[in-house]
């Protein structure tokens, strides 16, 4: 197979990798992959910031009866924010975007990501300041909500050491994971994607999981004495179930990783898929 040269012109040798200005990006399948890939990546990781400050236990959900699991001395059901929901797409889109379009592509979209979500948060503080309307504010009390303006308030206000927390845990864990994931990969070769993927995985979200506990629950309140710090032992036991939660669904989903790589080779065509993902790994 022939293979790209450093003074070769990358238009000459695939049009499809052209940069050239004269290329329809829309057209384009290697841009219009990333633009697909990196809106469903920027979406969840903005998605997962909003709903993520609702706790939800899992036993109550699945309607069984609590596991009570004692971890680090603290003991009790099994209690997720509901951001982990939109983990196992972070998880597929990460390992996609590494592999098609290597660091500089999840670097992008990660440092993307972060403004996105500070900007989010800057418009929403300012809406919550905004004086509500007399009627807005009373119209829900049927329904058991006396006070519009304050569960406004409360369900997108959240804590700005949250905000802290979990921009910094995003951030580090994506630089991470793209770091581990090419260095797999550079010692592996094409082979094992389960290995690069899942390695990746494991390493990166023990970072997320601690930075976010560890700034928004522990050192942020006591740097600033807004809130009751946590316990180590109390930090470590949530950690370790989201953690455990992260690590299962990340072996759960390796089928389906190998299945999103048939399909993007099959779109691509073998050949550009291959210059892809060399030129990734450059």
């Known amino acids: 197979m022939k293979t790209l040269q450093s003074h ?13 200005s004269n290329v329809d990006v829309i057209k384009h399948r290697a841009s219009r992959l990333f633009i697909i890939l990196g809106g469903f990546f920027v979406a969840n990781a903005l998605v997962a910031e909003f709903i993520g400050v609702k706790i939800f236990a899992l036993e109550k959900t699945l309607g069984i009866n609590p596991f009570n699991i ?6 009790g059901a099994l209690q997720f924010s509901a951001g982990v929901l ?3 797409i972070v998880f597929v889109m990460t390992d ?12 992008m979209l990660s440092f993307l990501s972060m403004g996105l979500i500070a900007y989010a948060f ?23 909500i006396p006070d519009m303006q304050n569960a406004f308030s409360v369900i997108f ?8 927390g979990s921009i910094a845990a995003f951030l580090m864990a994506q630089l991470v994971d793209v770091f581990i994931f090419h260095r797999i990969k ?8 389960w290995l690069r993927a899942t390695g990746s995985t494991v390493v990166s979200q023990l970072f997320d999981s601690l930075v976010v506990l560890y700034i928004a629950f522990k050192g942020g309140p ?22 455990t939660y992260k690590l299962i669904m990340a072996i759960v989903l390796t089928p389906a990783i190998y299945l999103a790589h048939h399909f993007i080779e099959k779109y691509l065509g073998a050949n550009l898929a291959a210059k892809m993902k060399e030129r990734a790994a450059s």
């Open 222 to 243: 006591e740097l600033t004495g807004t809130l009751e710090p946590w316990s180590w032992n109390q930090l470590l036991a949530v950690a370790t179930v989201q953690y």
């Open 122 to 144: 800057i418009m929403i503080f300012a809406a919550i300041n905004l004086a509500p309307a007399d009627w807005w504010v009373t119209q829900n009390q049927a329904q058991g």
């Open 96 to 107: 996609l975007i590494n592999e098609y379009y290597g660091r500089r592509g999840v670097k």
């Open 186 to 193: 550079k010692s592996t070769g094409e082979k094992y994607i």
């Open 157 to 164: 206000g959240q804590g700005m050491l949250i905000i802290v």
């Open 86 to 88: 939109l983990w196992p």
């Open 8 to 20: 070769t012109p990358i238009h000459q040798e695939d049009p499809e990798l052209s940069t050239t």
């Open 70 to 75: 004692e971890l680090f001395g603290q003991k």
